[in-house]
């Protein structure tokens, strides 16, 4: 089971941490990612971690703003968003896979919103 929290309401520019508490299964196990989908668009890949932490993936939109990281003592996974901007409305979801860091996630979380405000 995940489990998100730390979604609300920020003015751009501002900063919000999600977190992600994974429960049920080994979570060193697995390569841990966060995902978004605005209204009336398609997921899409934000950010992940390998299982060990060692390395990370972003996309594009998010690079030098967002930063993941993991608790494996905690099982938790984290989304440190800094310089909010409006386009980074959505609901946002954590998971958990085996495949790739992009990809061939099998878990995932009920969603947090995120609604950023110009």
């Known amino acids: 089971q995940l489990v998100e929290s730390g979604g609300g309401l920020e003015q751009a520019g501002g900063s919000l941490r999600l977190s992600c508490a994974a429960s049920?299964?080994?979570?060193?196990?697995?390569?841990m990612g966060w995902f978004r989908q605005a209204a009336g668009k398609e997921r899409e890949f934000v950010a992940a971690?390998?299982?060990?932490?060692?390395?990370?993936d972003y996309a594009d939109s998010v690079k030098g703003r967002f930063t993941i990281s993991r608790d494996n003592a905690k099982n938790t996974v984290y989304l440190q968003m800094n310089s909010l901007k409006p386009e980074d409305t959505a609901v946002y979801y954590c998971?958990?896979?085996?495949?790739?860091?992009?990809?061939?996630?099998?878990?995932w979380g009920q969603g947090t919103q995120v609604t950023v405000s110009s």
């Open positions: 998971a958990a896979g085996r495949v790739s860091l992009t990809s061939g996630y099998d878990y």
């Open positions: 049920g299964r080994t979570f060193s196990n697995y390569h």
């Open positions: 971690i390998s299982r060990s932490g060692g390395s990370t």
